[in-house]
């Protein structure tokens, strides 16, 4: 289990694993006697995670396909920071991609599920404006 609480006016990640990953519903507190399965939602296909957004529409269905129009895409939401949960490892998009990102000044991190899901419930918790896609493939 990746969160304690409940965060206010956000998604966060209870758990995940390579296929798929359970998300705690905005404002719902898992502690309490009266939780119920009601309280999470299952994503398992990409699918970005902003507050109380979930889009799942016009994403790639796989990492390799992240390109600038997926950063154009991302820019649509005014996030301070977007972590790009690249599957069970690591991955980095080609160098046009990372090139195109710093042009722009945009704050986008790449990293494995586990730490986007980590970063993601921290930062939230904060009340930071933080987005996140989501890959499993």
Known sequence: MLQLESIEGAYSFHSYDSHSARLIKPDHNIHS???ETDDFITISSTTLIYKEQLETEQLPANFSEFDEQCVQQLCQYDAEIFLIGTGMHSQFPARTVLQ???HHKLAIDFMDLGAASRTFNILS????KVAALIFFS
């Open 33 to 35: 006697k009266a939780a």
């Open 100 to 102: 195109y990102i710093a």
């Open 125 to 128: 918790s904060e009340y930071r």
